[in-house]
T-cell receptor, first 108, second 113 residues
Framework: RKEVEQDPGPFNVPEGATVAFNCTYS??????FFWYRQDCRKEPKLLMS???SGNEDGRFTAQLNRASQYISLLIRDSKLSDSATYLC?????????FGTGTRLQVFP | DTGVSQDPRHKITKRGQNVTFRCDPI?????LYWYRQTLGQGPEFLTY????????KSRLLSDRFSAERPKGSFSTLEIQRTEQGDSAMYLC???????????FGNGTRLTVT
């Protein structure tokens, strides 16, 4: 089983839609979780950390379910500029482990 | 610009040649990481440094790969006798420490012909 698994997508959604991505992980000892965003042919950039109680940053909401070992990212009111690949990331043994990413395409 | 910088941005080399990449992390960051990314995949961990000490190397890092961070500041990644399978984006990142998010550089795109 992969350490981090994501649906590669693509998710094609219209502007204004709400879209959610899930990510499952295998290492129950992982303590830190993040979502990174990566635009085509660019470096990954931190979107938000994921806290145990769930957290929100504007239109973005992240949640962690330790019992089922998954994290989620919800994007409300999608914008064209949200089109990117969203990488699920967790703390491994002294390093961050990245999923393969979920591609989102928002269309007008 | 106080972000992570990598040089060169692009490198095209012939199979069998040696290449070296440089990474300058954010100055106050103790940890420096190297990742490799191919199309359609997420970044794969290669190695990391805590100050000048190289603390872990991935099994992906064959004997042809070597990384250094001699003074705990910039780092170099050298690939000897390059192979076509080495073609990828090589990403450098730095962080304040464990559990801290990574800040990536723009990457070095390597093409081995």
């Amino acid at each position: 089983r992969k350490e981090v698994e994501q649906d590669p997508g693509p998710f094609n959604v219209p502007e204004g839609a709400t879209v959610a991505f899930n990510c499952t992980y295998s290492n129950s000892a992982s303590q830190s979780f993040f979502w990174y965003r990566q635009d085509c042919r660019k470096e990954p950039k931190l979107l938000m950390s994921v806290y145990s109680s769930g957290n929100e940053d504007g239109r973005f909401t992240a949640q962690l379910n330790r019992a089922s070992q998954y994290i989620s990212l919800l994007i409300r009111d999608s914008k064209l500029s949200d089109s990117a690949t969203y990488l699920c990331v967790l703390e491994g043994t002294d390093k961050l482990i990245f999923g393969t990413g979920t591609r989102l395409q928002v269309f007008p | 610009d106080t972000g992570v910088s990598q040089d060169p941005r692009h490198k095209i080399t012939k199979r069998g040649q040696n290449v070296t990449f440089r990474c300058d992390p954010i100055s106050e960051h103790n940890r420096l990481y190297w990742y490799r990314q191919t199309l359609g995949q997420g970044p794969e961990f290669l190695t990391y440094f805590q100050n000048e000490a190289q603390l872990e190397k991935s099994r992906l890092l064959s004997d042809r790969f070597s990384a250094e961070r001699p003074k705990g500041s910039f780092s170099t990644l050298e690939i000897q006798r390059t192979e076509q399978g080495d073609s990828a984006m090589y990403l450098c990142a730095s962080s304040l420490g464990r559990d801290s998010p990574l800040h990536f550089g723009n990457g070095t795109r390597l093409t081995v012909t």
